[in-house]
Nanobody, 115 residues
Framework: QVQLVESGGGLVQAGGSLRLSCTAS????????MGWYRQAPGKQRELVAT???????NYAESVKGRFTISRDNAKNTVYLQMNSLKPEDTGVYYC?????????WGQGAQVTVSS
């Protein structure tokens, strides 16, 4: 069973930065398609950013230029660097790992941006 463990959430003022990490308990992490999603109170979960096994990245329009997704396969870890944070970035951030038809989710990390 693959486990994904997020860390790095917290409370930050608008304009600040946070870095989320997601570590996978799997030796074949390098071939996983990884992504970050978020869910704000009362809203549906939405895509934030993805990174493929070949390091191709994709971002939601709302975070382009502010967030950066990256991965370190030697550490089985994917990161989300979040800069210039806005109150509307507040939510629970989830890490997702995909391999073929299988997908795995982390438990979520709370990010709160105060104005």
């Amino acid at each position: 069973q693959v486990q994904l463990v997020e860390s790095g959430g917290g409370l930050v003022q608008a304009g600040g930065s946070l870095r989320l990490s997601c570590t996978a308990s799997v030796s074949i992490f390098s071939i996983f398609f990884m992504g970050w999603y978020r869910q704000a109170p009362g809203k549906q979960r939405e895509l934030v950013a993805t990174i493929s096994s070949t390091f191709n990245t994709n971002y939601a329009e709302s975070v382009k230029g502010r967030f950066t997704i990256s991965r370190d396969n030697a550490k089985n870890t994917v990161y989300l660097q979040m800069n210039s944070l806005k109150p509307e970035d507040t939510g629970v951030y989830y890490c997702r790992g995909g391999l073929g038809y299988r997908e795995y989710w982390g438990q979520g990390a709370q990010v709160t941006v105060s104005s």
